[in-house]
């Protein structure tokens, strides 16, 4: 489990190809300060498991089977591509974020990005199925980043943009996460808030 805090950028070190899938080296020097191996690390939203750490050269590398590829926005993941890096949390970890899993719902891409002196707004179209989950002001995790909702699209009154979510990112998240370099067209892994898919599976088993 996750808060959607990034803790650091790494770096895609190395992707060796395997049959099903591939074996992925991310070079982060506090993500593997004190990881061990089948520890849990997001890796860009996507909750993937260390099989093999060094703490030398700062990395850990962990197997992507070729569903999460197909799933996820890691499927077009190149050497040199930044990601964002969120260690799990444990018992004494600060709460900052809210509740995230690492498993990814569904890939949106960025619309547009509109810079302003204080903030940067940032529209994301998402999955529509994925939209019931979506509530202004309510928490949705981009890239494994943990942000607040701002506006909700919904493809009606005859908005084009179809189903979005619009967010304002502070300097200090541009400069901590990916979203500094993200462009429009560019993929991000969309998780929605776990308490709202509870929530509609017991109102489901209660026939509500």
């Not at 992707?15 to 506090?30: K, S, W």
């Not at 990005?113 to 999955?127: L, Q, Y």
């Amino acid at each position: 489990m996750f808060t959607g805090i990034i803790e650091e950028l790494g770096t895609v070190a190395g992707i060796e190809q395997l049959p099903d899938a591939i074996r992925l080296t991310v070079r982060g020097p506090l993500a593997t300060s004190d990881v061990n191996r089948g520890d849990s690390i997001s890796v860009g939203g996507t909750c993937l498991t260390a099989v093999e750490i060094d703490k030398s050269a700062g990395t850990f590398t962990a197997d992507v089977m070729n569903e999460t590829l197909r799933l996820t926005s890691l499927q077009g993941i190149k050497l040199g591509d930044r990601v964002n890096l969120e260690r799990a949390m444990t018992a004494a970890t600060r709460f900052g974020g809210h509740v995230v899993q690492g498993h990814v719902d569904g890939v949106g891409q960025i619309l547009s990005v509109e810079p302003s002196d204080n903030w940067t707004w940032v529209r994301i179209a998402i999955p529509t199925e994925l939209m019931k989950y979506v509530v202004l002001k309510g928490s949705i995790t981009l890239d494994g980043v943990s942000l607040t909702v701002n506006e909700v699209g919904d493809g009606t009154a005859g908005d084009k943009k179809g189903s979005y979510v619009g967010v304002s990112l502070i300097p200090e998240t541009l400069a901590l996460t990916t979203f500094g370099v993200k462009q429009p067209g560019d993929l991000v892994n969309v998780e929605a808030d776990v308490m709202a898919k509870h929530i509609e599976r017991l109102l489901e088993a209660r026939g509500i």
